[in-house]
């Protein structure tokens, strides 16, 4: 079986699929635009890709190519043409919960940041500014405040683990939770429709996401959301930028003292680097109020090499059996 790794990939995770027998062909840097050449050039039976988009285009040149499975090693799908795939009658499964343990540090780093502008401090600390007087005693302190955690998947349940263990409160909203399934978690049972949802913006001083981006949750954190939460309330975001409308965020940004820690966005590049400048991000660029970071929730060591592991052992599944275990797309 030839395994085509048109990504970044772990060393472990290369030799571990040579050791199953496999031919394995990594290129990192071919890239979206590159792909659909590489697949015909290359004919793999399985494709891994990490971020590299795979668009409908690449989806048909990998039918074409012999592509019978791919796999996403990372938790999301939203890069890979998911429709496509299955009118191909391609598989895609992907290493969900592997990457949970990197985001919700980052999370809790994003929450920190919010809470004691720990990047402006740094900015100003670079510019020979000492200011304790702007910055001295203005943080409200993570303890005793209410933490509402959208999404109960693996990421949002070691987020919830960990905000316990700074002493908040946490209010969970799923539109899977049951009141039960919270209370296990430690946590207050926050609903699963969209009043509960808007209920749980007006309880909680900070709000984190961790949610799909699917149709249902598409600009689901919009307006209404935003109008229900407390003043110089934070909000983060580590799962896909579409879940936020960033106009009414930046709107409450400006008018309601909203703090936003960000690791993704409506809009981002498709490609690990750009020019200087050619990232035109209204909400990147923003200033105070908003601090970013790279879509690198899951980039850790540890969280990179879970992801690694669990990418061989999807393809020794499908290698051994024909099972696509993971799959989002089983029709």
Same mark, same amino acid.
């Given at each position: 079986?030839? *395994?085509?790794?048109? /990504?970044?990939?772990?060393?472990?995770?290369?030799?571990?699929?040579?050791?199953?027998?496999?031919?394995? *062909?990594?290129?990192?840097? *071919?890239?979206? /635009?590159?792909?659909? %050449?590489?697949?015909?050039?290359?004919?793999?039976?399985?494709?891994?890709?990490?971020?590299?988009?795979?668009?409908?285009?690449?989806? %048909?040149?990998?039918?074409?190519?012999?592509?019978?499975?791919?796999?996403?090693? +990372?938790?999301?799908?939203?890069?890979? /043409?998911?429709?496509?795939? @299955?009118?191909?009658?391609?598989?895609?499964?992907?290493?969900?919960?592997?990457?949970?343990?990197?985001?919700?540090?980052? @999370?809790?780093?994003?929450?920190?940041?919010?809470?004691?502008?720990?990047?402006?401090?740094?900015? /100003?600390?670079?510019?020979? =500014?000492?200011?304790?007087?702007?910055?001295?005693?203005?943080?409200?302190?993570?303890?005793?405040?209410?933490?509402? *955690?959208?999404?109960?998947?693996?990421?949002?349940?070691?987020?919830?683990?960990?905000?316990?263990?700074?002493?908040?409160?946490?209010?969970?909203?799923?539109?899977?939770?049951?009141?039960?399934?919270?209370?296990?978690?430690?946590?207050?049972?926050?609903?699963?429709?969209?009043?509960?949802?808007? %209920?749980?913006?007006?309880?909680?001083?900070?709000? =984190?996401?961790?949610?799909?981006?699917?149709?249902?949750?598409?600009?689901?954190?919009?307006?209404?959301?935003?109008?229900?939460?407390?003043?110089?309330?934070?909000?983060?975001?580590?799962?896909?930028?579409?879940?936020?409308? %960033?106009?009414?965020?930046?709107?409450?940004?400006? @008018?309601?003292?909203?703090?936003?820690?960000?690791?993704?966005?409506?809009?981002?590049? +498709?490609?690990?680097?750009?020019?200087?400048?050619?990232?035109?991000?209204? =909400?990147?660029?923003?200033?105070?109020?908003?601090?970013?970071? $790279?879509?690198?929730?899951?980039?850790?060591?540890?969280?990179?090499?879970?992801?690694? $592991?669990?990418?061989?052992?999807?393809?020794?599944?499908?290698?051994? @059996?024909?099972?696509?275990?993971?799959?989002?797309?089983?029709?």
């Amino acid at each position: 079986m030839k *395994v085509y790794i048109a /990504d970044k990939f772990e060393k472990a995770g290369i030799e571990g699929l040579k050791q199953l027998g496999c031919e394995v *062909v990594s290129e990192p840097d *071919v890239g979206a /635009d590159k792909l659909a %050449e590489g697949l015909a050039r290359i004919k793999p039976g399985v494709l891994v890709v990490r971020s590299t988009k795979v668009p409908k285009a690449s989806v %048909e040149a990998a039918a074409a190519s012999g592509v019978k499975l791919i796999v996403r090693a +990372g938790a999301g799908v939203d890069n890979i /043409d998911v429709p496509a795939a @299955t009118a191909a009658g391609i598989r895609v499964a992907n290493c969900a919960g592997m990457n949970a343990i990197a985001v919700a540090e980052l @999370t809790m780093g994003l929450l920190l940041a919010c809470d004691r502008r720990i990047p402006d401090q740094t900015i /100003d600390a670079r510019a020979g =500014t000492w200011n304790k007087k702007e910055y001295g005693s203005k943080a409200k302190g993570l303890a005793g405040s209410v933490l509402g *955690v959208v999404g109960a998947g693996a990421i949002g349940r070691a987020v919830v683990k960990r905000a316990i263990a700074f002493d908040m409160r946490v209010i969970v909203w799923s539109r899977s939770i049951t009141r039960e399934h919270a209370k296990d978690l430690g946590a207050e049972w926050g609903g699963v429709d969209t009043p509960a949802l808007h %209920e749980l913006a007006s309880k909680s001083d900070a709000v =984190t996401l961790h949610l799909p981006l699917a149709p249902d949750t598409k600009g689901l954190i919009g307006a209404e959301f935003f109008a229900r939460m407390k003043p110089g309330a934070y909000i983060i975001n580590t799962s896909r930028g579409g879940v936020i409308n %960033e106009a009414a965020m930046l709107e409450a940004i400006k @008018t309601k003292g909203i703090r936003a820690g960000l690791d993704v966005y409506e809009t981002q590049p +498709g490609t690990p680097t750009t020019p200087a400048g050619e990232w035109n991000s209204q =909400t990147a660029r923003f200033g105070p109020g908003v601090y970013c970071t $790279h879509h690198i929730g899951a980039s850790t060591d540890q969280s990179q090499n879970a992801i690694a $592991h669990e990418t061989v052992r999807l393809v020794s599944v499908w290698k051994n @059996t024909g099972k696509a275990e993971n799959c989002v797309n089983p029709a």
